[in-house]
Structures are given as C-alpha cells and as structure tokens.
C-alpha cells in the first residue's frame, strides 16, 4: 500500500474535524480526550486509527488495540474503522472490551500462573450476586475472627470492586490481611470438587495483571504489537481495569488515547474510578484535549446539557452544536404521571403520534429508563401494543449475557448476515458482510 503524506491526509466520510479534534489527532504522544455528548468520540477514534495507518505512523507490522467498556462500543469502533479504512489497514485495527482482553490472556498464558491461583483448562464465567459477595465476606471474617483488625479491614471490602481493584496478586506490599482475603476470594472461584473453575471477569483481570507483571516476555510481546492504543469510554473505567491497563502500557513507549467524559459517569456504582482522567494524565505524561462541537443534539438540548454541566463542573467550557432544529416547539420537557399506567400510557399514544406526524420508523425511538427496564417492560409492551408498536427490552438476560450485547457478538452477526440473505432475493450488503467473515473464518483474508 502507498501511504499518504500526513500532512496531505484528509478525514475520510466527512467534512473536516473541529480545530480541538485536528490537534488532537495529530498528538503522538499520550492523550486524554474530554468529549461530551453528541461530540462524536467514536467518529474521532475512527479518524484518528485511519490517520494511524493510512499515513504509515502505525507501521505496516504493527497494530492499533482499541478498548471500550462494553461490546456493543466496541462492535461500532470497529465497524466505523471498516468504513472509514481499507480493508487491507482496517484489518490491523483490534478492537475488543477489557474483559476480552483479559479473558484472551488467561486462555493463551495461562500456564504462567501460580498452580494455586491457575483456573482449569476450560472454565466458566460467574457473575457473583451482590448477597454472594457479602456471604463471601462474612466467611471470610468468620474463618479470621480473632485476627487484629478484621473489623475495619471487612469494613473496606464493602466497596469490594475498589478493593480489588487496589490490591494485586503477588504484591510484597500487601498486608497479611489483604493476602489472605486475596487468595480465599481466588481459591473461592478456581477450586471446585467438579474440576471446573468458575471465574469472574474481576478475578481474570487480577490474574492477567499478575501476568503482564511478572512475566517480561508476555508483557514485550503485547507492547510490540500494540505501539497505539485507544481507550473508549476511559470515564467508566473501573479501579482494576485501570490497574491492568497501567501494567501493561505505563513506561513505555505506547501511545495511549483515552477518551470519554467524567460527566457521563454512570458506573460508579460498579467500581469506575473517579478521578481517572487526572490520575491517567499524570502517569502517563498526557495532555488534555476538548472537543467542543455537539454533532447529535439540536441548539436547544445543548443548552439544557450545558447548565446540567454547569451543575457538575463550574469551570466545563460551553459547546457548540453543528444542527438545526428538525422539532417544532420544545425539545425536551418534563411530565409527571400519578402512577406508572398513566405515565406509560401517555408515552407511547406520544410516540405513536409524533411517528405518524414525522413519518418515521418505530426504530427511531428508545426509551431509557434507571437500572432495570424489566421493571418497565410489561406496562409500556402493553399500551404500546395498542398503537400497533412493539417493544424490545435489549436489557433483558439471555442466558448470563444480555441482548445488547448478545447481538454485538460476531457469532450472532454471522448468523443474522446469513438469514437476510435467504431472506431476501438480492442483498449485496449482506453478500459482501457474509463473504468478509467467510474470508476471515478461513483465514485466507
């Protein structure tokens, strides 16, 4: 492939970058990017990567890992890059979550762990209950009751995601208390009388730290195939995710891009670290860019979200948007229901009018709602049904996996690809998605 100058290169599908996102670009070293809604941070990943590569700064044998906190993130990374790129460059563009980093880790190294603290063979995911994390601390305490300080040190694991995330396998640093807790909160999950270890995605987190720690060749071989590295949804990053992501990149010559929105915060509850943006900056020398231009949301949205902002962060600099206003009268309101049959009636006779009055498909409609849409489902399927639209809950559980990501995984991609193409008499798009994966399966790309 020929590569272009980079001073000659041009976005690729649109128009020009905002001046904030053209010097951030063009940054080589580490950055942090404080994007907020609607500034199109996967839109900039995607130009930066084809940047990268189509310019030859990622050289020909090396790769660009791109890392976001969720598979469907992850999913539209890398498909926005597929777009954007050749498929001869894009295909140097790895783009996964952090736990299938971690997961892919243990399954190619595991015998570089300690035989104590290695999972079987072949293993399961667990997704431990709140109730069984605070079952496994109280056995915990039973077990060391009369130990000196058991009290205050079961009181810090009720932040258990935090705690975990602090302490690392191995560590001399490590009180005799954390170790202990450490190694009865790993042997919980690699120890079963059926032979098969069922892990948590934290736990292989901590064993693929341990990993990227003490073993120099795994490390070195990761940071010679991953010189660039994109880190999405940097604000949700958890205290172990950051943690790993310091062991295997901090000192060294990566180039690290976070990108995110400390505003946009919404997994605290799970264990994001909150100040991981300062904390990133200063370990790894990188320099902070902003985009200001609000690509999604109409001029009277972005006025409502600069004085939410304002409320967060006093000194949050105002952005601009790049749209019109497509909706006569207010864009946003605030309506209170007696109860939740009247609020889920009014909702969807709501959607049903504005979708016949605009004219538009029942997909350009979602509803979100706070931590458990289940919660919701059953009202909002029932009066939405009376206008003749149904209702696809992407939170609901299918097997240990939601649906939301469930149709993100290329198995399930795969198989969709095929039905459309039996389905329909013609279909390029799917001929050309289907003939790409066949490729790719039979590694003759």
Known sequence: MKF????HWQPKGIDDLEPNAWQALRQRESTSIIAGPGAGKTEFLAQKAAYLLETGLCPSNKKILAISFKTDAAKNLADRVKERCSEEVSNRFISMTFDAFTKNLIDRFRMALPEHHRPSKRYEISFPSFHQEKQLISSFRNNFGNAVGIYSFTQRLQNMNQFIGSVRIGDPKLSWLEEEFLTFWLSQQINYPDGVSRVSFPALNRLAEYIVRTNDHVRRSIRASYPIVFVDEFQDTTFAQYDFLSSVFKSSEAEVTAV?????RIMGWAGAKGDVFHQFEADFSAERHSLLLNHRSSPELVRIQHVIAQAIDHEVREVQTSNINLISGDAAWICCSY?????????AEWIANDLLGRSLNPRNYSILVRQKPEDYEQQLSYYLAQH?????????KIGQTTLQD????EL????STL?????VRRNAQAW???SSDIRILRNTN
């Open 4 to 7: 272009i100058r980079p001073d």
């Open 406 to 409: 469930l149709l993100a995984e």
């Open 432 to 434: 050309n998605q289907l």
């Open 260 to 264: 995110g929105d400390y505003k946009q």
């Open 412 to 415: 399930t991609i795969l198989f």
């Open 339 to 347: 109860n939740i049959n009247q609020e889920a009636a009014h909702l």
């Open 388 to 396: 003749g639209l149904s209702l696809r809950n992407e939170s609901v």
């Open 419 to 423: 039905l459309r193409l039996g389905l």
